[in-house]
């Protein structure tokens, strides 16, 4: 089976660590696309070799950062909620600091980002709004910020966004009536632009960093709008209506001046292009690919993710068509690509498979079950962590236990 052809335009965004490091939500560029090679092209019966298992990564969804020797996450500790890194040879802590109170919530307690790891800074959101900038090497707290101080507020289930690091800026959405989307000196936590005129509700997807005619700027949806801001002004360039029910999650993919989304509760994807000037033109829209938190990731000239109701799916990005879908081989769940495969885990019961990044449909290259799987989680809550890739380490998360396996070729 003929495995995809493709080229990632890396977002450059400044002093990240190597690029078989993951230092933020979906991983370095930010596309959920690793650049990394030599992994297993196919896993034993039993799955790939198990290097470590941690029990102290707290409760709650948070995902991982991984950078040189170390795994970044958040989770609910003592009542708090913290930043955690862990050694990535043996898993063993190396320190834990308290950032915010807990997020309280009936699907689970705790924390839901994923932190964001530039130069010896970690940048965390916790799940009750509070941003905290804090030294990698020894988790001292350098600044916090809180939504609320920039008229944000809480979204339901709690601010699930993973914040952006651009240059010298860190980028995230409060939300509300002052500006939905803030950006604040990295190194001091000063505000430097609030994007007075775009004024809605945080919801639960991720920014991205795109360039187009000739000037930067930042790309956000939210319940009822996909929007793009100025990078250096946070002044509103477009927006275009998107009719989102519940909660709105998955991060939008750029590519070459077109905007995809996509979001679950029935209401499907769509694709836009923007003109040199920022005019928005509808490509398409239709509900194919309908991605409740699982993500959306694109290879080439094509999209992969699970779509409630349709299952797992391949769909075209230039049309939106489906080209091909499988619901019986994996029920519901989140995914991420390396090395020619995806990486698929079901939400349910942990199962873990590896399959072609192909076109052509399903072929199962290996599957395990993520063991051992948490006994703290809520009755309501599955396992809703996103897999992580670096340096030839998956990393899966089951609330408070972190997983390490090795998925390195065998030279």
Known sequence: MKLLAFTCSLLVLTRFASAADWPQWQGPDRTNVSQETGLLKAWPEDGPKKVWVSEDGGLGYAGMAVVGDSLYTLGAQDNQECLIALNVSDGSKKWSTPISEVLSNGWGDGPRSTPTVVDDLVYAFSGTGTLACVSASDGNVVWKAKAGDFGGGKPNWGYCESVLIDGDKVVWTPG????????????????????????????????????????????????????????????????????????????????????????????????????????????????????????????????????DGVGWLCQDFATGEIVWNDKKELGKGCLTYADGRLYLVDERDGQVVLIDASSEGWKERGRFTLSPQSEQRSPKGKIWTHPTIANGRLYLRDQELIVSYDIREVE
Not at 286 to 298: A, D, E, F, S, Y
């Open 176 to 307: 509300g009536k002052q500006g939905a989307v803030v950006a604040l000196n990295r190194k001091t936590g000063e505000k430097i632009w609030q994007s007075s005129q775009y004024t809605e509700g945080a919801q639960y997807s991720s920014i991205i960093v795109a360039e187009h005619g000739g000037r930067r700027q930042y790309i956000q949806l939210v319940q009822q709008d996909l929007f793009g801001l100025d990078a250096e002004t946070g002044d509103l360039l477009w927006q275009s209506d998107w009719p989102g029910k519940t909660a709105v999650i998955p991060t939008p993919i750029f590519h070459e001046g077109q905007v995809y989304i996509s979001s679950g509760y029935g209401v499907g994807c769509k694709l836009v292009e923007l003109s040199e000037s920022n005019d928005v033109t509808e490509v398409y829209a239709n509900q194919n690919m309908k991605n409740h938190h699982g993500g959306v990731l694109r290879l080439g000239d094509h999209l992969f993710g699970y779509s």
